[in-house]
């Protein structure tokens, strides 16, 4: 009690993951791509547009006793390419990483043309190429089609 700074204080976990620097307003989507819904039995902390240096705002994830996978390192590049996971175990940051978006993107989404092979009942995986990172643009390898950003938040 008494003499808090006014830095921002948020309680620390003991084993987990962190997701800083999402953009403002995108943590529901980040929580959404992990499959993490009111149902779920997942401890999370939740803030949204925290003052940020570099960015002006930011929000914050912090999930407890889960790391994530790969697939989802990559899908939460596609909403939030500035994203940096801290992975916690035993209250210490043992690994610090930031999502990267790949040039190419194979699978993660579906592409924004119905009329795609892609979307048609042949096995064909999605690949795309990421033409643009921040607004998110996609060029299918079949169709040329751009996915933007609206169009994969749909899909999330
Ligand atoms: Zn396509």
């Known amino acids: 009690m008494g003499g808090a700074g006014k830095e921002l204080r948020v309680s620390k976990i003991a084993n987990g993951t962190v997701i800083d620097h999402i953009s403002p307003g995108k943590a529901w989507i ?5 499959g993490i819904t009111e149902r779920s039995d997942v401890v999370i902390s939740f803030l949204m547009n925290v003052p940020s240096k570099k960015y002006g705002k930011k929000d914050v994830v912090k999930i407890e006793n ?5 697939e989802e390192l990559n899908k939460i590049a596609l909403v939030a390419p500035d994203a940096t996971i801290n992975i916690i175990r ?22 924004s043309n119905p009329g795609c092979i892609t979307n048609a009942s ?3 995986v999605p690949k795309f190429r990421v033409v643009s990172k921040a607004p ?3 060029r299918c ?8 950003e609206e169009e994969l938040l749909s899909q999330f």
């Open 66 to 70: 889960r790391e994530l996978t790969e």
């Open 141 to 148: 390898a079949y169709c040329e089609r751009i996915t933007g």
């Open 122 to 124: 042949e096995p064909v």
């Open 90 to 111: 035993n209250f210490e940051i043992v690994e610090k990483r930031r999502v990267e978006l790949p040039e190419f993107i194979e699978g993660v989404v579906k592409c």
């Open 136 to 138: 998110i643009a996609l």
């Open 30 to 34: 980040v929580l959404r791509i992990l």
